[in-house]
């Protein structure tokens, strides 16, 4: 009993005492290390800077610190010497901390959902008439809703822009735009629509980090819809959209 309880106290004296810059930074460095080779299959002997270069595609976070992490790769190597990690140097405070920023960001990400999304997703039926949705859209002060079919698949996005768009054209080819108001239903203008890339679904767990690189990867999304595992006939439980953008970049800069 008497061991155990010495052991606990040198345990405690060694978790007490503060670790040093160079400590703290190689354990961070290890960290974006194995997150970004293991997160997108790379092999664990790749390089340090290849694999950031590699990484830049696929994630928001290795992009926007880019230059960061392989600078970050050039000081590892600076600060320790032989293949046993002696440390010979120590880095500054202010790189410490960024590197573990970069660290946060990269291993316990901030979940859309918790952080930007919103909730309150408002739904608008497929049948609804134009006047309809046009008045949902003036009285919510959403631009973006969700549109769904009688079988409850979300189908699209009733956007006031696209909206604005299709009537004008109803309108230059001689319509009469109380037969566009009343007569035309959301669900029709959807299905005249080129393509659906202008809205995405995600699942519960997707990031903020990964719903800026799907804005950054498509110029035309207008909005992400979250469901419990990213399909189109479940119930949305949030929603993001290209307005939330600068939110989810202040998001990551202040984690």
Avoid: C, W
């Amino acid at each position: 009993m008497k061991e155990t309880k010495e052991l606990k106290d040198e345990n405690d004296i060694v978790d007490n005492v503060e670790k040093s810059n160079s400590m703290r930074f190689l354990a961070a460095f290890n960290d974006i290390d194995y997150a970004i080779k293991t997160r997108y299959n790379f092999n664990r002997s790749m390089g340090f800077s290849e694999a950031v270069r590699k990484a830049v595609a696929y994630n928001y976070t290795v992009r926007k610190y880019e230059d960061d992490l392989i600078g970050y790769g050039r000081l590892r190597n600076a600060i320790v010497h032989g293949n046993d990690d002696f440390v010979i140097a120590e880095p500054h405070i202010d790189v410490v901390e960024k590197i573990e920023k970069i660290q946060r960001l990269l291993t316990t990400p901030p979940r859309a959902l918790e952080t930007i999304a919103r909730r309150d997703v408002l739904l608008v039926e497929a049948d609804k008439s134009m006047r309809e949705v046009i008045m949902m859209i003036s009285s919510s002060g959403y631009s973006n809703i969700p549109v769904r079919n009688a079988k409850g698949e979300i189908i699209g996005i009733a956007n006031g822009q696209k909206i604005l768009d299709s009537f004008g054209k109803y309108l230059i080819a001689g319509g009469k735009p109380n037969v566009f108001l009343d007569s035309v239903k959301i669900e029709d203008m959807l299905s005249k629509l080129e393509n659906s890339d202008y809205y995405a679904f995600a699942n519960k767990d997707i990031t903020v980090e990964q719903t800026l690189m799907l804005f950054h990867q498509n110029s035309k999304l207008l909005a992400v819809l979250v469901t419990e595992n990213g399909g189109a006939k479940e119930k949305p439980l949030g929603i993001m959209t290209a307005a939330d953008v600068i939110r989810m970049n202040k998001i990551l800069e202040n984690y």
